[in-house]
Every structure is written in structure tokens, then in C-alpha cells.
């Protein structure tokens, strides 16, 4: 199993900066795949930015040039750098972790960005 805290999360007005945290815990193996998603209320969950053990990065077009997606392999930590954040920002952030064994969620931490 696989266990996944976030952090980071909170209230911050537009054209602010807010950093996210995920420690994973647990069965994690050394080639994964951590990424964070998000989902605002009523709508679905979708893909914020991704990053693999190699640290190759992919990101949803709405946040590139504004988040930044990094990893700490040795502390099994993902971050997200958010800056610039618009009210189109507010939602649950979740982080999530998948290797061949199988896909993980976190619990998710509340973002919002006032106008």
C-alpha cells in the first residue's frame, strides 16, 4: 500500500503564490509516476501536472508558466509551485502516485484564490 499527505494548501488572493507538498509513504518502488490533479466544485477531477522518477514533467496548458512541478526522490516528496493564481485556480488539489502495482490518491487540500 501506498499512503500519500498533502500539504500546503490554503486561502490566497489573485496573483499570489501558494507551494503544495505530498510525502508518499509505503510500497512506493523507485519508478513512478507523482502528479497533482484538481477539482472544483460540480466538475471533474483533472490533471494538473505530472512528473516521473527521471523527472520528466508534463503539464495541463491552463497552469503552464505559472506552476511548477518538482520531486525530492530521496524524501518521496512531490511539490507544486503555484504562482500567479487566478480564481479559475480554486479546488481541491489531490496528489497522486502510480507505478505498476497500481494508481494511489491522496486525501486532497482545499486551494482558493480569492478575486
Known amino acids: 500500500q501506498v499512503q500519500l499527505v498533502e500539504s500546503g494548501g490554503g486561502l490566497v488572493q489573485a496573483g499570489g503564490s501558494l507551494r503544495l507538498s505530498c510525502a508518499a509513504s509505503g510500497s512506493i518502488f523507485s519508478n513512478n509516476v507523482m502528479g497533482w490533479f484538481r477539482q472544483a466544485p460540480g466538475k471533474q477531477r483533472d490533471l494538473v501536472a505530472t512528473?516521473?522518477?527521471?523527472?520528466?514533467?508534463n503539464y495541463a496548458d491552463s497552469v503552464k508558466g505559472r506552476f511548477i512541478i518538482s520531486r525530492d526522490n530521496n524524501k518521496n516528496t512531490v511539490y507544486l509551485q503555484m504562482n500567479s493564481l487566478k480564481p479559475e485556480d480554486t479546488a481541491v488539489y489531490y496528489c497522486?502516485?502510480?507505478?505498476?502495482?497500481?494508481?494511489?490518491w491522496g486525501q486532497g487540500t482545499q486551494v482558493t484564490v480569492s478575486s
Open positions: 497522486r502516485l502510480s507505478h505498476s502495482r497500481g494508481v494511489y
Open positions: 512528473i516521473t522518477s527521471g523527472s520528466n514533467t
